[in-house]
């Protein structure tokens, strides 16, 4: 059994493809294409999957993963998906053979939600890995309406995942109250269905907060939002010094626990407000950061179970002295910050590589003798920036 200390939607995810309930064409009609790279390169190298969360599209990846003894690389929302990402990542991991010979399946998820400046070009850099891969690429996707799907559904078979019937949704609910040796009456669970909308993790999460909660069914229930947004479980998370209604928030929370720790190290200060409570609430975000990179570097993934400790329990109980308070949150700064300095360097670098070479010299001279002088008279003469600018061969911007 998984480790117990998990949330329910992730220690009941099945392992292998026969415990998938529900879209049995879909999930047929993937395995059947597994199979076709297991025997040779198929015609068709990618696969998109297409419905809402909840319904199986991951974890039936999961499951072929194991059934095939296949490795899985995954590349999910929380990450940049720009074109330099994929073209370097995704490019390694698609053309590049595993140590012991065995396929990799390439699982690219929530590609609907490729957008922005952060992940500038990622579509066009897929298209091209498709064509080069040497393993099976794997996509999924909420919204089949998004236009970010079109071009890539010319490249992939595609296989839509729908809602999972209730039938198929009670049988799993009762297999999990019965591996718990607890007791729940199927009038119940039928109840946490329907407020489920066919989104199976989101059941499994109101079967363990009726079962394990200290609140009731009916008032579970009622307040059910299947979606809830960051803001809303970080009030909750924070309204609790409770462990175990702690780890319940943050197990229906449908955000990566990257980004989980990010969102919490921006704004634990609002709660956390006497030096001992927020000396202790930062030292937990400190742990949860330490195991996530040992899970990085080992791939332990048995650290994850901490991981949620930390960042629900943990934060939880740091609270003791500071009575609760309704705060505006604010999204991470810490990724924008990354990204800017990161820039920032890029620009430096490029000016440094133009000066050093027009001037001959190297670039530490260049700056000292030729980068400041320049940025002084562009700062003085804006409009000189374009002759400059010009004369390097770099973007004006980068001399401001």
């Known amino acids: 059994m998984k480790n117990e200390k998990l949330p329910w939607p992730e220690r009941y995810r099945p392992e292998f493809l026969k415990e998938i309930v529900g879209n049995i064409v879909s999930v047929k009609g993937l395995r059947n294409w597994i199979e076709s790279w297991v025997r040779g390169t198929p015609s068709v190298k990618a696969v998109l999957l297409i419905g809402p969360p909840g319904v199986g599209k991951t974890a039936s990846i999961g499951a072929l993963s194991r059934d095939y003894d296949l490795e899985l690389v995954e590349f999910n929302s929380s990450d940049k998906r720009n074109k330099g990402v994929i073209e370097?990542?995704?490019?390694?991991?698609?053309?590049?053979?595993?140590?012991?010979?065995?396929?990799?399946?390439?699982?690219?998820?929530?590609?609907?939600?490729?957008?922005?400046?952060?992940?500038?070009?990622?579509?066009?850099?897929?298209?091209?890995?498709?064509?080069?891969?040497?393993?099976?690429?794997?996509?999924?996707?909420?919204?089949?309406?998004?236009?970010?799907?079109?071009?890539?559904?010319?490249?992939?078979?595609?296989?839509?995942?729908?809602?999972?019937?209730?039938?198929?949704?009670?049988?799993?609910?009762?297999?999990?109250v019965a591996?718990?040796?607890?007791?729940?009456?199927?009038?119940?669970?039928?109840?946490?269905?329907?407020?489920?909308?066919?989104?199976?993790?989101?059941?499994?999460?109101?079967?363990?907060?009726?079962l394990v909660g200290e609140h009731s069914p009916e008032e579970i229930l009622s307040s059910r939002d299947i979606r809830r947004d960051v803001e809303e479980v970080l009030r909750r998370l924070f309204m609790t010094t409770d462990p175990g209604a702690a780890r319940q928030v943050i197990s229906e929370l449908d955000v990566d626990h990257r980004e989980l720790l990010l969102w919490l190290e921006e704004n634990v200060q609002l709660h956390?407000?006497?030096?001992?409570?927020?000396?202790?609430?930062?030292?937990?975000?400190?742990?949860?950061?330490?195991?996530?990179?040992?899970?990085?570097?080992?791939?332990?993934?048995?650290?994850?179970?901490?991981?949620?400790?930390?960042?629900?329990?943990?934060?939880?109980?740091?609270?003791?002295?500071?009575?609760?308070?309704?705060?505006?949150?604010?999204?991470?700064?810490?990724?924008?910050?990354?990204?800017?300095?990161?820039?920032?360097?890029?620009?430096?670098?490029?000016?440094?590589?133009?000066?050093?070479?027009?001037?001959?010299?190297?670039?530490?001279?260049?700056?000292?003798?030729?980068?400041?002088?320049?940025?002084?008279?562009?700062?003085?003469?804006?409009?000189?920036?374009?002759t400059f600018s010009s004369w390097l061969g770099v973007k004006g911007s980068f001399l401001d």
């Open 88 to 176: 370097n990542h995704v490019w390694k991991a698609a053309t590049q053979q595993t140590l012991d010979g065995r396929l990799r399946i390439i699982l690219l998820d929530e590609v609907d939600g490729l957008s922005g400046t952060s992940d500038r070009g990622g579509v066009n850099a897929i298209l091209k890995i498709i064509d080069e891969t040497g393993h099976p690429i794997v996509m999924t996707a909420n919204d089949p309406h998004s236009p970010r799907l079109r071009s890539l559904v010319k490249k992939c078979k595609v296989f839509t995942f729908t809602h999972i019937e209730s039938k198929h949704m009670l049988d799993v609910l009762r297999k999990i």
């Open 179 to 210: 591996t718990q040796g607890l007791e729940l009456s199927d009038e119940k669970m039928e109840e946490i269905i329907g407020q489920s909308g066919g989104d199976l993790r989101a059941a499994i999460s109101d079967l363990e907060t009726v």
């Open 272 to 386: 956390l407000l006497t030096p001992k409570e927020l000396e202790l609430g930062l030292e937990f975000l400190s742990l949860a950061d330490l195991s996530l990179g040992r899970i990085m570097r080992g791939q332990n993934w048995k650290l994850l179970a901490y991981i949620y400790d930390f960042l629900s329990a943990g934060i939880a109980t740091s609270r003791t002295e500071t009575p609760y308070r309704n705060v505006q949150y604010s999204r991470p700064t810490w990724p924008l910050l990354m990204w800017q300095g990161k820039r920032k360097r890029d620009k430096q670098k490029d000016l440094l590589a133009a000066l050093s070479a027009v001037a001959g010299v190297s670039r530490d001279r260049a700056i000292g003798t030729y980068g400041n002088a320049i940025s002084e008279i562009v700062r003085r003469s804006p409009g000189l920036r374009k």
